[in-house]
């Protein structure tokens, strides 16, 4: 079973930046893969980027060149940081995790831009 922990949500001007953190219960060396997705108001929820257990990433197009997931075995925790941010990345952002056919989610974390 894993736990997953978001923070580092808030409300921030458009054009400024903004780094989430996933904390898990356990070590995420041994998880398939990680991912954050987001849910806008009225919207289904859609993935924003992915990192494997090899570290091969994959991005959303609305986000490619402006958000990167990365992983820190170490400590267990996964991050997204996202720069240049836009109106529309104003969301509840999940962090998602893969591990032995099961998928978990942690509890969500508000992203505003206001413009």
């Known amino acids: 079973q894993v736990q997953l922990v978001e923070s580092g949500g808030g409300l921030v001007q458009a054009g400024r930046s903004l780094r989430l953190s996933c904390a898990a219960s356990r070590s995420i060396f041994s998880i398939n893969s990680m991912a954050w997705y987001r849910q806008a108001p009225g919207k289904q929820r859609e993935l924003v980027a992915v990192?494997?257990?090899?570290?091969?990433?994959n991005y959303a197009d609305s986000v490619k060149g402006r958000f990167t997931i990365s992983r820190d075995n170490a400590v267990n925790t996964v991050y997204l940081q996202m720069n240049s941010l836009k109106p529309e990345d104003t969301a509840v952002y999940y962090c998602n995790a893969l591990f032995l056919g099961t998928v978990y989610w942690g509890q969500g974390t508000q992203v505003t831009a206001s413009s």
């Open positions: 990192i494997r257990s090899g570290g091969d990433t």
